[in-house]
């Protein structure tokens, strides 16, 4: 099985979606535009769109959101972070507890 990775995402290929399907739904997910994801890529908005259509009919939903979270529903992309917060970060979320800081 292939696997991509984009930021903190990763996809699976072979599971029904093209591969720059697979790529314009991890970059959904990492919280691109459109006009965004195209500049990374160096494709057209409108073939982003396509794409993003296209996954998301074979996945059977409307919006983004939705297309997400189905391909997180589905396996086809999972969250992943080696990351853990530091012992200072820690503290500092400790010492405002019960304080809002806007």
């Known amino acids: 099985m292939n696997v991509l990775t984009l930021g903190n995402w990763t996809g699976c290929l072979g ?3 093209a591969e720059r399907e697979l790529q314009c739904v991890l970059a959904v997910a990492e919280g691109g ?3 965004e994801i195209a500049r990374a890529f ?4 409108a073939t982003v769109d396509k ?3 296209s996954a998301s009919t074979k996945l059977g939903v409307i ?5 997400v979270a189905e391909a997180m529903r ?3 992309i999972a969250f ?3 990351m853990t917060p530091s012992p200072q970060q820690h ?3 400790d010492s405002n507890d019960g304080i809002f800081l806007a």
Request: net charge positive; aromatic share 0%.
């Open 15 to 17: 599971m029904g979606l």
């Open 63 to 67: 919006k983004r959101a939705a297309l």
């Open 91 to 93: 503290h500092d979320q």
């Open 51 to 53: 794409r993003i259509l």
């Open 80 to 82: 992943s972070t080696g």
């Open 33 to 35: 535009t459109s006009k």
């Open 74 to 76: 589905r396996g086809l």
């Open 42 to 45: 160096g494709i057209a908005p």
